[in-house]
């Protein structure tokens, strides 16, 4: 139980152009989802968290802006990387949990590689 | 505010020895910590994770951690490695609100 996925693993696209990321809980309702970027060789840093049918919080030096979150139901967060850029390439992975607390974990899809050239 | 700190961004072993990855966290308030895994370009899988109770926690494929306290630290560890067990591992820490604060990651390489 408790999958997550999140759509499409990969995507090449040019600069300026915008890319949508999916993410859906199978099986379980996730009223919390989690939108992380990975560089390289380095962490997961937060970017977002999303409260079903609230609006995103996002972290210090995350512009809204340029990514926007939609969590509309239960089971379907989407991040849009809006006109992306060259330095936007990153690998972006999203978790999800049935709630807040700690008693519910972060379950986490197998990311999406966006490249932009 | 959470951190951890994971000592050693690769840690290299022949296949059949000790596996030990560390992890000191920082935290204000009693600490949640977790061990994933994630295998290239895929998302990040659970081994373990310690919120209250025994404090040697046993996970999957052979992994284990022990949360000591006063030392601050929850290092992971399996007694022989695996060749499947190359991966990258990170160390998580989090409080009650499940906002998950991750380590810089240790990639672990097994020879054979």
């Known amino acids: 139980g408790a999958v997550v996925s999140q759509h499409p693993s990969r995507v090449i696209c040019k600069s300026g152009t915008s890319v949508k990321i999916e993410c859906r809980s199978l099986?379980?309702?996730?009223?919390?989802m989690f939108w992380y970027r990975q560089f390289p060789k380095q962490s997961l840093m937060l970017m977002a968290t999303?409260?079903?049918?609230?609006?995103?919080?996002?972290e210090q030096g995350v512009e809204k802006d340029k990514f926007l979150i939609n969590h509309a139901s239960l089971t379907l967060s989407t991040l849009t990387v809006t006109s992306a850029h060259p330095e936007d390439s990153s690998f972006y992975i999203c978790?999800?949990?049935?709630?807040?607390?700690?008693?519910?974990?972060?379950?986490f899809g197998d990311g999406t590689r966006l490249s932009i050239l | 505010a959470q951190s951890v700190t994971q000592l050693g961004s690769h840690v290299s072993v022949s296949e059949g020895a000790l596996v030990l990855l560390r992890c000191n966290y920082s935290?204000?308030?009693?600490?949640?910590l977790f061990w994933y895994v994630q295998y290239p370009n895929q998302g990040l899988q659970l081994l373990l994770k310690?919120?209250?109770?025994?404090?040697l926690v046993k996970g999957i494929n052979g992994f284990e951690a022990e949360f000591k306290k006063s030392e601050t630290s929850f290092h992971l560890t399996k007694p022989s490695a695996h060749m499947s067990d190359a991966a990258e591992y990170f160390c998580?820490?989090?409080?009650?609100?499940?906002?998950?604060?991750f380590g810089a990651g240790t990639r672990l390489t097994v020879k054979p």
């Open positions: 978790s999800a949990s049935s709630g807040t607390g700690i008693n519910q974990p972060q379950h």
């Open positions: 310690y919120t209250t109770g025994a404090t």
């Open positions: 935290s204000s308030v009693p600490p949640y």
């Open positions: 999303s409260n079903e049918g609230s609006k995103a919080t996002y």
């Open positions: 998580a820490v989090s409080d009650q609100s499940n906002d998950m604060r």
């Open positions: 099986d379980f309702q996730a009223t919390t």
